[in-house]
């Protein structure tokens, strides 16, 4: 009997219409298109402007989507995953209202938060579950409202954060096909270069704590570029080494969106060259949560079954790692 492992089946996306531009940029804050773009590889971002609409209006869109395409009824869904660093609320799952909303009436649904990595953790949990045999429809949906934690007159991070939804159903496969392997690291010492003060246990908010801007997130960028360059590259690195992978072997490279220069430092030291990397960050920055699954539905008509791919993330916390995948269908 073959063993079985965890496929993505199916996937779905969704970004809002407002588009904030680095020229719409120049006129908030002091920067330019050029400097936004050489540092970053950005042009444009997606921010969900419309009142009373948070995180879980973006994964609603997103697995909507995702059912429409592959014709699944959402009552057979298991579970649900909510990949975020921004749930609509504190204590209460976003997972679960989500699952309400798109009638996955029959599964049980929690949120997943390890910021950037989130949607790459929740790869392995929810290949676990399906592994595991107990459930056979797995949804996993990475989103978040970045532009709700984002102070638009500080340059170093307003450029960087955009809007956006994605999601992937994992189910059963008994071909070899789905993940097969994932290295996923972590280190509490980085929570001090990348984070949002205020807002929770530590620092509840407070008058104070609003005025002086700590429920937005500030970063160390010289710090987390560093750490993010050598630690997304290594553990790309080792994932092919420990599973005898060439560069001609390995079809797609699926970096997470931080910093066009991040991606190619991770894409030179496993040797890929640009054509066999997924990129998507000029048209929507970075999505946290959302990055990986946007990037599997912009890439999905050039998707094949068999394919190997790639997986690689890095996030606040610290929190990093890849995964190694084989694309388990042809796109009709």
Request: charged share 25%; proline share 2%.
């Amino acid at each position: 009997m073959s063993r079985k492992t965890a496929a993505i089946t199916a996937v779905g996306a969704y970004v809002p219409d407002f588009v904030l531009s680095n020229q719409l940029l120049e006129t908030m804050v002091e920067t330019n298109d050029e400097w936004i773009t050489t540092r970053t590889g950005i042009k444009e971002r997606r921010i969900l402007k419309d009142k009373g609409k948070g995180t879980s209006y973006l994964a609603i869109q997103a697995a909507k989507d995702l059912i429409q395409k592959a014709n699944i009824n959402p009552e057979e869904i298991d579970l649900l995953i909510m990949a975020t660093a921004t749930p609509d609320l504190l204590v209460a799952s976003t997972g679960a209202y989500v699952a309400t909303e798109i009638g996955a009436v029959n599964a049980f649904s929690y949120d997943l938060q390890a910021a950037c990595s989130s949607f790459l953790y929740g790869m392995s949990t929810a290949a676990s579950y399906i592994e595991s045999g107990r459930y056979k429809k797995v949804l996993l949906i990475g989103a978040d409202k970045m532009s709700s934690i984002i102070d638009y007159t500080d340059r170093t991070t307003c450029i960087i954060f955009g809007d956006g939804g994605g999601a992937v159903l994992f189910e059963p496969n008994e071909e070899g096909l789905g993940l097969q392997d994932e290295y996923l690291r972590s280190d509490g010492q980085g929570r001090a270069f990348l984070n949002m003060e205020a807002g929770g246990s530590l620092f509840p908010a407070t008058e104070e704590t609003v005025k002086n801007k700590q429920h937005f997130v500030h970063q160390d960028g010289r710090t987390v570029f560093k750490f993010a360059v050598s630690n997304m590259a290594d553990v790309a690195e080792k994932i092919m080494e420990r599973n005898s992978l060439s560069r001609e072997d390995v079809s797609w490279l699926v970096p997470h969106q931080a910093n066009k220069r991040i991606i190619d430092a991770t894409a030179g030291r496993v040797g890929l060259e640009e054509d066999k990397v997924m990129i998507n960050i000029e048209k929507y920055g970075n999505t946290t949560s959302a990055t990986l699954p946007l990037l599997l539905n912009d890439y999905e008509t050039k998707l094949k079954k068999g394919d190997n791919l790639i997986f690689a993330a890095f996030g606040g916390g610290f929190t990093w790692g890849s995964i190694y995948l084989k694309w388990a269908y042809d796109t009709k």
